[in-house]
């Protein structure tokens, strides 16, 4: 495995220029090359989505691409959520997850944030049984669902108020 | 600023938010030192199986490996983990952190490798070469009690590692008695804790100072740091848990993997880091209760309880578990059995059995799962003879408020808690009449609809009379809070607690900032580190709000005094006219004020302004022991409805009622409750590890192994009962498990009552559609 790759990409904004092993998973470059820690890796099988992040406008697990696969491609993580990524200016997405309790351990939050940002952005999300449906492929063993829900719910509210 | 304002009973945002939002928060696997190396467990692949040896040559001429270690090289530099007892019939298992001599179930590590990278270090796991000789698997725990079994600890001369009875009154002879006899063998199967964070260890050694610092994914950094100190007989040990991404009792023992980064980072002097994945996670990590229950209910023709029986056997899984032994789980099912209930004649007998599978261990509820699923399914078996609606024999039989404290047949007491009213409560908030209605509507146009009512009572915040383990001879009973007012004026509060989820950092501020008058943002909860107070043991079994929280009111009462009277020599006057609140001192009716910042440089830097003989140091620490601990309680009522041709069941309604004391964010006790019962319907309805015969495990990944997503859980209700602990300290009871203990039981009991035209009874969870199809099957033959 002594192979090795260039590779150039946007993160957050920022462009990258690495080599890496082909071999080297997405998360893990995100995480040990950048140290974009906020991305977590939980199953490592695509199932739970704690990876999930935003590659070309689409939500996406890292932990089943390669960081060689997202050579040329536009990633955003969960730390280009807040302005600045500062912990004093949460996004209305994030300030409803707040607000409603929508994490406890907060393992599984960058996924479900950055699902949630993908799904604001594309669908209507009229009924709750359609956020729970856009939700089902990130697990949260905390919440139960309800309160990160509500959270999902309130800020599709606001998308419609924005605009109008 | 007359009234100091109420926070606690407030719907305050979490303090930890902004960073876990953010991508901020500081997870064990988010640090990487300079100079980390990783490690990688090959694993046993055999169930019970002789070591006969092991070749690592390959693997340490491959790329990036430092070292390969196995128990022969660690022979002199640790202690095995003994978790011991005093209960009688107890067989300790002591637990190595590699494999010697044989393996005892498919998940063991057997060899270590450590490598440069994590990625590399798995690479060498290839160029190891392990020769098993094969010995009979110990799979079927009822099979591994009987006399003549194969052993799996050749030093306890049995697999019965733990064998207890508890008895009440004449039970043979109220049995006999009883009118109406209700009797079934229940299985509920083994599951997994599952936190979506991995187990992740991280250790260091500074050779200067001889001291090592663990970082470690754990509900218990105080008690790891004390056996760490034993075992590798070292003077100096700091364990940290930083953020951790649940745990749910998973997290809360010592384990082999964070034994072995300790020694490999003493003995190496580099940083040492384990990151699990998920096939690790799930079958290694301590997994929950696996029993079989059979038990029988006797009542009179009224419907009142006379006799309880159950005999009950735990499957332990390979080890007894540090530092709760094998005890923990399976005696809480007998000794929880008889529940909320009044039962005069009680007779529980349990045997605790090693089989070659991953060990069990702590589990969010602990024995009470099953013992409410037990219990909840005999009421309403005893309900349905008698004619009684499951509402109505549930009243009849809850030891009622004249008669708290209430002693159960198995020696616990209920202090006082609203067992009725919780019942009373959910079932109104239900709609119970109306949704029987709908029931019956829905009934006979051919649906299969259930509704299930779950009623459990347990204890929480337990002190030092009682151990949290049978049995287990350390202390968690009590914890200690150290509060300082630093020369900057800020407020920092220090615990042995470890909060992994469930808001501790908010919560505690919320006390300590109206206990002393301080602004909620202002003040900093420091936990998870066992170097922060002298002793302190973590985040388990419902402890943290009612210990924490009682050591957190007695210490920032007595700190405000102090700050009453450093405050009287500035301001001029007694220390009784001074008010203290959101941060500031003061004398109502009086412009006469100081803040927190200009107090402590006061007291600290402008040494003249207090006599010295009259200055104190801003700071007290305080230890809370509630003795005995309190009584949460609560009912679950919900409806499913199963699909005639699929049998897929679908939970539609769910409504929990909940004593759980003085709340202090309602909030985050709403947050803990939808956790917990979502956890509870997993466990009821997708939840099993399953292992077949040779012992390997067949729902090795997240594609076998079902965890509920948002479709599956319904919204869940949660109506709170305003009520205060007579027991503790600021009133507060423990209400982190309870969801986990009423779920299943209300599950089994709404789909009972979903097949009840059937003819089917449920014993055995979880209950899947395939389930249901074999017992249809089985019926029609």
């Known amino acids: ?164 | 600023m007359q009234t100091r304002p109420k926070i606690i009973g407030t719907a305050a945002k979490r303090l930890e938010d902004p960073r876990l939002l953010t991508g901020h928060g500081s997870y064990v696997d988010d640090k990487t030192p300079a100079g980390t190396l990783h490690v990688a467990f090959r694993r046993s692949d055999q169930s019970h199986a002789t070591i006969l040896s092991i070749d690592c040559s390959e693997a340490l001429k491959m790329p990036g490996v430092v070292a390969v270690l196995t128990a022969r090289d660690l022979e002199g530099l640790v202690k095995p983990v003994v978790a011991t007892s005093k209960m009688r019939d107890y067989h300790a298992t002591p637990i190595y952190p590699l494999a010697r001599d044989k393996v005892r179930y498919v998940g063991e590590p057997v060899v270590a490798i450590v490598a440069e990278s994590r990625y590399l270090a798995e690479d060498a796991l290839e160029g190891i070469a392990i020769e098993f000789d094969t010995l009979p698997n110990v799979v079927d725990p009822e099979q591994a009690a009987a006399p003549d079994a194969p052993l799996l600890h050749e030093d306890a001369g049995t697999n019965v590692i733990v064998r207890r009875e508890f008895l009440r009154g004449d039970v043979d002879l109220a049995m006999a008695a009883a009118a109406i006899r209700v009797n079934r063998r229940f299985r509920f199967h083994r599951k997994t804790p599952m936190a979506i964070e991995t187990r992740t260890y991280l250790a260091e050694y500074d050779q200067g100072r001889k001291s090592l610092q663990l970082h470690t994914t754990s509900q218990i950094p105080g008690i790891i740091r004390d056996v760490l100190t034993d075992i590798l007989d070292l003077p100096t040990v700091r364990v940290v848990a930083p953020d951790v991404g649940g745990g749910f009792g998973g997290k809360a023992s010592v384990y082999q993997e964070e034994i072995l980064v300790c020694i490999l980072a003493r003995k190496l002097g580099r940083p040492v880091k384990w990151t699990g994945d998920r096939l690790e996670d799930l079958s290694s990590t301590s997994q929950g209760f696996d029993e079989i229950v059979e038990a029988e209910l006797g009542l009179d023709e009224q419907g009142r309880i006379l006799a309880l029986t159950a005999e009950v056997v735990g499957d332990i899984g390979a080890y007894s578990i540090y530092p709760w032994t094998a005890g923990l789980e399976p005696v809480q099912v007998v000794s929880f059995l008889p529940g909320p209930y009044r039962v005069a004649h009680y007779r529980g007998r349990v045997r605790a059995v090693a089989t070659s599978k991953p060990p069990t261990g702590p589990y969010r509820g602990v024995g009470r799962p099953t013992s409410t699923f037990v219990m909840e399914r005999l009421m309403d078996m005893a309900a349905q003879k008698l004619g009684l609606d499951p509402r109505e024999i549930r009243l009849l039989n809850f030891v009622s408020q004249e008669e708290f404290p209430y002693k159960t047949a198995s020696g616990i007491v209920w202090d006082r808690s609203g067992f009725t009213e919780c019942l009373t409560s959910a079932c109104a908030a239900f709609d119970y009449e109306g949704q029987r209605a709908a029931q019956a509507v829905a009934r006979a146009a051919g649906r299969w609809v259930g509704i299930g009512i779950a009623s459990y009572a347990e204890l929480t915040g337990i002190g030092s009379r009682i151990s949290a383990s049978p049995g287990m001879p350390i202390n968690t009973g009590t914890e200690t809070a150290t509060l300082k007012i630093d020369s900057t004026g800020a407020v920092t509060a220090a615990f042995g607690v470890a909060s992994h989820g469930q808001g501790l950092e908010t919560t505690l501020a919320q006390v300590v900032a109206e206990e002393l008058g301080a602004r909620l943002a202002a003040v900093t909860i420091i936990h998870g580190d066992s170097a922060a107070v002298p002793h302190g043991t973590g985040t388990y079994a419902s402890r943290s709000a009612v210990l924490a929280g009682g050591a957190a009111t007695l210490a920032a009462r007595a700190l405000r005094e102090k700050v009453e009277r450093m405050s009287a020599h500035l301001l001029g006057v007694t220390a009784a006219e001074v008010m203290v609140a959101d941060g500031f001192a003061f004398v109502p009716g009086s412009d006469k004020k100081i803040s927190f910042r200009e107090l402590a440089k006061a007291v600290y830097s402008e040494v003249g302004r207090i006599p010295a003989e009259a200055r104190e140091s801003l700071e007290e620490t305080k230890l809370y022991d509630p003795f005995f601990g309190t009584t949460t309680c609560s009912t679950h009522v919900t409806q499913v409805e199963i699909d005639p041709e699929t049998y897929v069941i679908k939970v539609q309604r769910y409504q929990v009622a909940e004593d759980c004391g003085r709340i202090i964010n309602p909030l985050i006790v709403a947050g803990q409750v939808h956790g917990a019962v979502a956890q509870g319907i997993g466990a009821a309805l997708f939840e099993e590890m399953v292992y077949d015969e040779m012992g390997q495990l067949l729902t090795a990944s997240l594609v076998d192994y079902l965890v509920p997503t948002a479709v599956e859980i319904p919204s869940i209700g949660v109506s709170h009962l305003d009520t205060e602990s007579p027991s503790t300290v600021g009133g507060f009871r423990g209400m982190g498990e309870g969801g986990t203990i009423g779920a299943p039981a209300a599950i089994a009991n709404a789909v009972a009552d979903a097949l009840n035209h059937l003819n089917i009874l449920i014993d055995e969870l979880p209950v899947t559609p395939e389930r249901i199809f074999q017992l249809i099957k089985n019926k029609e033959k």
């Open chain 1, 1 to 164: 495995m002594s192979a090795v790759m260039n590779i150039k990409l946007t993160v957050n904004g920022v462009v990258y220029e690495k080599t890496v092993e082909p071999r080297l998973l997405l998360v893990d470059f995100l995480r040990q090359d950048l140290h974009l820690t906020g991305t977590h890796a939980g199953c490592e099988h695509g199932v739970c989505g704690a990876c999930t992040i935003i590659v070309d406008g689409d939500s996406v697990r890292s932990c089943l691409m390669f960081a060689v696969q997202a050579d040329g491609c536009k990633i955003e993580t969960v730390e280009s959520l807040a302005r600045l990524g500062s912990v004093d200016s949460l996004n209305p997405l994030q300030e409803s997850f707040r607000s409603h309790h929508g994490l406890q351990c907060g393992f599984c939050t960058p996924g479900m944030l950055m699902t949630s940002t993908d799904l604001l952005k594309k669908y209507p999300l009229a009924t709750d049984e359609e956020i729970r449906e856009g939700l089902s492929g990130n697990l949260c063993r905390c919440t139960g669902y309800e309160h990160i829900v509500q959270a999902v719910r309130t800020a599709v509210g606001q998308r419609e108020e924005s605009e109008k």
